[in-house]
């Protein structure tokens, strides 16, 4: 019974255990893999560093400042032709201010000369008779400014006008002199002194006047030049003495 029993159970096993069992178990197993679901395990990406894009500069900035540039030139440009246009403007404006200050000086002289001339013809006297001089002639004030009022007129003329300032005191004060004894001997021998120092007065302005430019000079009507030493001596002819003809 227990041989039986034995065997049985050996047929059993050995028909599980055939190609033929093993091969109509081999379908289920293949069934339930298909009916499962297949899940793909996707690989993991490898950490890459971040990519910097760097972007190509504006041009904007470069054409707004070359403009900006390009202006400025400009209004440098037209700010230095301007100022020399100024710089122009006043040179010619100093040009024209010096030569009005020439001609204003040469008027005064010449108003100034002829006030001597005026002022000389006092002493057109005879002997034993008195000067009426002006002792505070305002030319004779204005000369003791010379070197103020005739600067423009150059180092040449203010030497011959201040010459003729100090010719002038010594006139004056040989009149004073004369007027104290023009009534004796010693005052016709003063007379004398008086002509000869109005006449060197006279050359001294003549001097003075040929100091000036040519073209700023006072002249006649037919061009010649004033004579102040004829002007302020005595008229021809004037009896004062037998020296009258040196004076």
Known sequence: MTAVLLCSVLLVVTQLQAPGTGASQAPRRDTAARSAPIRHTAPQAVAQPPTIIVEAPSQWPVVVIGVATLLLLAVQLRIMARQTDILDRQTTLAAQQAEWRVD?????????AFDLVAEFRKANVWPLTEIPADFNTHPRHMLR????????????????????????????????????????????????????????VGGDLDLANRAIPKRSRWVYADGSDYDFRKLCSPPPGFLLGPDAAQC
């Open 104 to 112: 204003e000086a040469v008027g005064t002289f010449v108003r100034l």
């Open 145 to 200: 400014e010379a070197s103020r009022l005739f600067a423009p007129l150059g180092a040449a003329f203010l030497f011959a006008v201040n010459q003729a300032a100090m010719r002038l005191d010594d006139y004056f004060s040989a009149v004073e002199a004369y007027n104290r004894v023009h009534r004796s001997r010693e005052g016709a021998d003063r007379l004398q002194t008086v002509q000869s120092l109005r006449a060197q």
